[in-house]
């Protein structure tokens, strides 16, 4: 399917375990980014990847590792699940940097 | 503390009339804002972009307007449409990095 894709698209696990959230587009776009989700804060944004092998840390980056070595997946990994991140994670991608960005459907995280 | 500031939870409008949302930020080194627009279960949607130099951005039955004195700005849907109830949020970003913050969010209601 053309677009952009999460997966999945819930998941329930345990504190302490890692758990691994997939992002694939199709577009080649350039850059892809992760959001987490939360009520009362909006959107923000946990990492993103200006292009294959390039990562950089966004607003909350602690507790999570993302790599990139093809331009279409940018998988975000919790290496040590806390109940914390209980969210809602966006993942997005764009042409061109940061204005116009298409965003996935979403993951719901859930830490018991 | 937060540069990206939606201080009206939710908004309701009767259908046909204008609905203004507002944002404000703090930090001038902005150089560019944006509106996505978020049904439930699904994820944000690019709507509009204004440039710092700009003032107003038109797009149909979509506006902002950017007042930068005041480090104000709002978005204005004219008439407003049952399909326009959903959480709008406002974002903010410099040419400086490629990263972005977003407010918190306004809920818009559409009333028949």
């Known amino acids: 399917d053309a677009g952009i894709t999460q997966s999945p698209r819930y998941k329930i696990t345990e504190t302490g375990r890692q758990v691994t959230l997939m992002c694939h587009q199709t577009?080649?776009?350039?850059?892809m980014f992760w959001y987490r989700q939360d009520l009362g804060h909006g959107l923000r944004l946990i990492y993103y990847?200006?292009?294959?092998?390039?990562?950089d840390k966004g607003e909350v980056p602690d507790g999570y590792v993302v790599s990139r070595s093809k331009t279409e997946n940018f998988p975000l990994t919790l290496e040590s699940a806390t109940r914390s991140q209980t969210s809602v994670y966006f993942c997005?991608?764009?042409?061109?940097?940061?204005?116009?960005?298409?965003f996935g459907p979403g993951t719901r995280l859930t830490v018991l | 503390d937060q540069q990206v500031k939606q201080n009206s939870p939710s908004l309701s409008v009767q259908e046909g009339r204008i609905s203004i949302l507002n944002c404000d930020y703090t930090?001038?080194?902005?150089?560019?804002f944006l509106w996505y627009k978020k049904y439930p279960a699904e994820g944000p949607t690019f709507l509009i972009s204004?440039?710092?130099?700009?003032d107003k951005n038109e797009d149909g039955r979509f506006t902002v307007f950017l007042n930068k004195s005041a480090k104000h700005l709002s978005l204005h849907i004219v008439p407003s449409q049952p399909g326009d109830s959903a959480v709008y949020f406002c974002?903010?970003?410099?040419?400086?990095?490629?990263?972005?913050?977003f407010g918190k969010g306004t809920r818009l209601h559409i009333l028949p």
């Open positions: 997005a991608s764009s042409e061109s940097g940061v204005i116009e960005q298409f």
């Open positions: 577009w080649s776009h350039s850059y």
């Open positions: 990847s200006a292009a294959a092998d390039i990562t």
């Open positions: 930090n001038s080194m902005f150089d560019y």
């Open positions: 204004i440039s710092s130099i700009k």
């Open positions: 974002a903010a970003t410099s040419n400086r990095d490629d990263k972005i913050i």
